[in-house]
């Protein structure tokens, strides 16, 4: 058993269930119809106003968002996503500006993008919104997927799949909850003792609750569960609705102090940092080197692509879910850049062998053709603009970028609440009076907050309570190919490394994996093994360079012992986000959104069981298993080391 069949045999395995997407029909009066369940998707008498009625004003919103910080919204029913639309709107123009809004919904079937714009076609007071959200609307993969508008004000986590399971995957404290399933005698299992379980789990104390069902059985589902309910006039030809409150007055949630301390300025800290600033917090962002990005996140250019397998496992769900998210992240930060140094110029991923091409084509057949489909030679070759040497897989949301440029972005974007302290290396880090210290090897105070985040790649294991993490660091070398214009390339292409379009005159390619290989310097054997991999990619389209004529780049990317990132608590007030190795790019965006909710206390944007196979904590779990990750071998059958790229 190699690590990466390791590190995928994990409660998180489980064959891909693909998500249905809802049929509908629209009536002459542009009111959608659930042929899924024989209901209307809101009241003829005008949806915009039931929604106001029933779940704002259920809620006793938006008089509660006047003075919230964080106020959470937890509903079991996306549908049009018209409820979302509107608390977003009320929450805009009610909220303090440094207020922040998390609305979490959950759908088995959701509406396909075409579907909701003919659904706000007739709810112009809403137009503006409604695009932002077709526009950012995540693909049809199951699990969670995270959303931001309003400049970070609004942030919206949608599940796809069973209200029960997601619900019981969620780690949030909801203030208010939005019961919008259709009917109980129409959908049952929206209604089920499992689900009312999952709300008290999740309620906050003094949480609310609002529905427009006053049926008998949700009557007593929230009774049970711990919630004081009533009824109120309903809405139009309704007579009646339904009302409730969280009892417990149990699991206070203690203040979060808004100031913290990282150490590491690559693309995991410049995330980690950003995603803090967004919430307000004062960052001090500590680096050994005088400017961010300058080891491993300084890779002349880096690839964001999926990751897809037969079954959907840790690393296709996270890598799947991650990329999503860092696409819209960098669609947030191309405003600075009138050429921002990325793309999303698609990628084609060839398959290694006949087995894996297998492989591939059962990955693909539950996957939306919009996110991943097989493509023929003939076509590979066309997308990416040279002949390819078979069939493979085009992901459309995929593509290129600078490393070190979005490092850049992420701290022009979080502004003066970051404070660099560049030229500074932290080799202790005590903790004394309620705060964290990093201390240099003179003896002097460099920062403290009383929140810390190691984020230095392998050399956070230098930290005593990091020092058991199963890092190691993996030397790989990029070849740099100068641009030719008789040899186009529209489109990331990849099978065991990567090859990415011309960007400033040079294609990236590589990267080689070397294991207990400290030599930094550009090695011409490198070079030529980086050819031979695209000979096997873009057969002939090497052929004229020669390897002691290439310049190239090395750096030394941090893996963990399952391949898959470190990222959450390590102790008191202390977390990391590390062990990113060549998924630098596509994974540390959502890495450091998680280890930003998790300190601030907010909902995390992944399901629980991901946040376990990525926290620290599973190391030593795994030790008291009978395969522990720190022994598990890197090398497959015949003693050759595994590549990076799987």
């Known amino acids: 058993m190699n690590a990466h069949d390791y590190a995928m045999t994990s409660p998180c395995t489980a064959r891909l269930a693909s998500v249905v997407p809802a049929r509908v029909r629209f009536g002459e009066d542009g009111i959608p119809f659930s042929l899924d369940y024989d209901d209307l998707y809101y009241s003829t008498g005008g949806g915009l106003a039931e929604t106001v009625h029933v779940f704002l004003q259920g809620n006793e919103l938006p008089a509660r968002f006047r003075g919230a910080g964080t106020f959470t919204i937890v509903e079991t029913g996306f549908g049009t996503g018209l409820n979302f639309l509107a608390t977003w709107d009320a929450w805009r123009v009610t909220a303090p500006l440094e207020a922040r809004l998390h609305f979490v919904s959950v759908e088995k079937h959701p ?22 959200l077709i526009a950012r609307y995540p693909p049809l993969l199951p699990g969670f997927h995270r959303r931001h508008f309003e400049g970070g004000r609004v942030t919206l986590t949608l599940g796809f799949g069973e209200a029960a399971e997601l619900l019981a995957s969620l780690e949030a404290r909801a203030d208010a909850f939005y019961l919008d399933g259709f009917a109980p005698a129409k959908n049952p299992r929206m209604w089920s003792e499992a689900v009312f379980r999952e709300l008290a789990r999740l309620a906050a104390p003094g949480a ?31 007579r009646e609705m339904l009302v409730a409150r969280f009892a417990s007055s149990a699991r206070m949630s203690r203040g979060v102090a808004r100031e913290a301390l990282i150490i590491g300025a690559g693309l995991a ?12 917090f004062r960052v001090s962002l500590v680096e050994r080197h005088p400017r961010a990005a300058r080891e491993a996140s300084a890779n002349p250019a880096g690839v964001l692509r999926p990751a897809v397998s037969p ?30 140094p990325w793309a999303a110029s698609g990628a084609l991923q060839l398959p290694r062998g006949p087995r894996h091409l297998a492989q591939l084509h059962q990955a ?15 076509e590979g070759a066309r997308l990416v603009g040279a002949p390819v040497n078979g069939e493979g897989i085009w992901y459309s949301r995929a593509g290129w970028a600078k490393a070190a440029k979005v490092c850049e972005a992420r701290l022009e974007a979080a502004g003066a609440r970051v404070l660099p302290v560049f030229g500074r290396e932290a080799v202790h880090l005590v903790r004394r009076d309620g705060c964290w210290q990093a201390w240099s090897a003179e003896g002097r105070l460099i920062a403290q907050a009383p929140v810390a985040v190691l984020a230095n790649g392998a050399q956070a294991c230098r930290f005593l309570p990091a020092a058991g993490l199963p890092l190691r660091s993996v030397r790989g070398q990029s070849t740099l190919l100068p641009a030719r214009s008789d040899r186009p390339l529209r489109a990331v292409v990849c099978r065991e490394g990567c090859m990415t379009p011309a960007h400033d005159g040079v294609h990236c390619l590589g990267a080689t994996f070397g294991e207990d290989d400290p030599d930094p310097s550009v090695r011409v054997e490198d070079h030529a093994d980086n050819l031979r991999r695209l000979e096997r990619m873009l057969p002939g389209y090497g052929s004229g360079w020669k390897p002691s004529d290439l310049a190239g780049w090395v750096g030394f990317r941090p893996v963990s012992a399952d391949r898959l990132p470190i990222a959450g ?5 202390l977390y990391v986000c590390t062990g990113l190795g060549a998924r630098g790019l596509a994974w540390s965006a959502l890495a450091g959104e998680l280890v930003a909710c998790q300190v601030s206390g907010e909902p995390l944007p992944l399901e629980r069981d991901v946040v376990q196979a990525v926290a620290p904590q599973r190391f030593a779990a795994r030790e008291r298993s009978a395969v522990p990750a720190s022994k598990v071998p890197s090398e497959d059958s015949r003693g050759r080391k595994k590549p990076l790229e799987w």
């Open 569 to 573: 608590v390590l102790a008191e007030d």
């Open 269 to 280: 800290g410049t995330s980690c940092a950003e995603r803090l600033a967004a919430r307000g």
């Open 364 to 378: 693909v057949e539950r996957l939306p053709a919009d996110f991943a489909r097989l493509v023929e030679r003939e």
């Open 311 to 340: 079954r959907w496992n840790v690393l296709s769900r996270l890598t799947c879910v991650a990329c999503d998210y860092a696409w819209a992240q960098l669609e947030d930060l191309a405003g600075a850049y009138p050429h921002p």
């Open 208 to 238: 609310t609750a609002a529905t427009y069902t006053v049926a008998g059985q949700v009557r007593r589902g929230l009774a049970v569960a711990g919630f004081e309910v009533d009824k109120r006039p309903g809405f139009g030809r309704k």
């Open 111 to 132: 509406l396909l993008p075409r579907d909701l714009e003919a659904a706000y076609r007739r709810c112009a007071e809403l137009a503006p919104l409604a695009r932002a």
